[in-house]
T-cell receptor, first 114, second 115 residues
Framework: QQPVQSPQAVILREGEDAVINCSSS?????VHWYRQKHGEAPVFLMILLKGGEQKGHEKISASFNEKKQQSSLYLTASQLSYSGTYFCGTATSYSGAGSYQLTFGKGTKLSVIP | DGGITQSPKYLFRKEGQNVTLSCEQNLNHDAMYWYRQDPGQGLRLIYY???????QKGDIAEGYSVSREKKESFPLTVTSAQKNPTAFYLC??????????????FGPGTRLTVL
C-alpha cells in the first residue's frame, strides 16, 4: 500500500518554512526520506525508526509518530537548493534476509523562489 | 569512488524490441533493486535481488526480466511484452541485515523512450 504524501506541491520564498507529511495505512517500522532534483537520482536525507525517533539534517528535520503511522519532514529557513521533489519510503513488510521492503509515496514537489 | 552506475543515461527503442539496462555497484551491497518512475507516480518496484542467482518480483514485474549472476551487477531487460515502457528507470542497492534501518542508495537513472 503506497503511503500518502501531502501536500502534492508547495511554493516557498527563501527563508520560509514548510512541512511535508507522509501517512501510511499500515504499521510502520521505519520511514526513509529522499530528495530528487529533476532528472537526477533520489538522494537519501534521513531515516526515522519505530519508536518516535526524531532526526535532523542541517535545517531539515523529521519526526515519526508511530501511533498515527505517519512522518513529517520539516524544512526551516528554506534555501533555493531545497527545491526538488521529496519522497518518503515506508518499511511496512518484511522482505526476508533481515530486511524490509520500501514503498514510496508519489512525492511532494517543493519550489523555493527568491 | 564507491557508487552505483547505470548506463546508458538515455536510451531509445523501437516498438517490439527488447532492451537491457545496465546497473553496477562497487559498494559491496548485498541487495539491488529496480524501480520505474513515471510523472506523478513516485517510485514503483519492478524487481529486487538479495543474493546472487536469486531475485523476487516487485509490484510491476510484468514485461521485465532480470538476472543476478554477480553481486555487483543487476541488469534489467525491458521486453516487447511491456506495453508502456517509456519511463525513467532507477537502480538502487543496500546493505542487508539491519532490519528496518537498511537504506537504499540510488544510481543516476536511465531514461528510456520508445519511438
Amino acid at each position: 500500500q503506497q503511503p500518502v504524501q501531502s501536500p502534492q506541491a508547495v511554493i516557498l520564498r527563501e527563508g520560509e518554512d514548510a512541512v511535508i507529511n507522509c501517512s501510511s495505512s499500515k504499521a510502520l517500522y521505519s520511514v526513509h526520506w529522499y530528495r530528487q532534483k529533476h532528472g537526477e537520482a533520489p538522494v537519501f536525507l534521513m531515516i526515522l525508526l519505530k519508536g518516535g525517533e526524531q532526526k535532523g539534517h542541517e535545517k531539515i528535520s523529521a519526526s515519526f509518530n508511530e501511533k498515527k503511522q505517519q512522518s513529517s519532514l520539516y524544512l526551516t529557513a528554506s534555501q533555493l537548493s531545497y527545491s526538488g521533489t521529496y519522497f518518503c519510503g515506508t518499511a511496512t513488510s518484511y522482505s526476508g534476509a533481515g530486511s524490509y521492503q520500501l514503498t514510496f509515496g508519489k512525492g511532494t514537489k517543493l519550489s523555493v523562489i527568491p | 569512488d564507491g557508487g552505483i552506475t547505470q548506463s546508458p543515461k538515455y536510451l531509445f527503442r523501437k516498438e517490439g524490441q527488447n532492451v537491457t539496462l545496465s546497473c553496477e555497484q562497487n559498494l559491496n551491497h548485498d541487495a539491488m533493486y529496480w524501480y520505474r518512475q513515471d510523472p506523478g507516480q513516485g517510485l514503483r518496484l519492478i524487481y529486487y535481488s538479495q543474493i546472487v542467482n536469486d531475485f523476487q518480483k516487485g509490484d510491476i514485474a510484468e514485461g521485465y526480466s532480470v538476472s543476478r549472476e554477480k553481486k555487483e551487477s543487476f541488469p534489467l531487460t525491458v521486453t516487447s511484452a511491456q506495453k508502456n515502457p517509456t519511463a525513467f528507470y532507477l537502480c538502487a542497492s543496500s546493505i542487508l541485515g539491519q532490519g528496518a534501518r537498511d537504506t537504499q542508495y540510488f544510481g543516476p537513472g536511465t531514461r528510456l523512450t520508445v519511438l
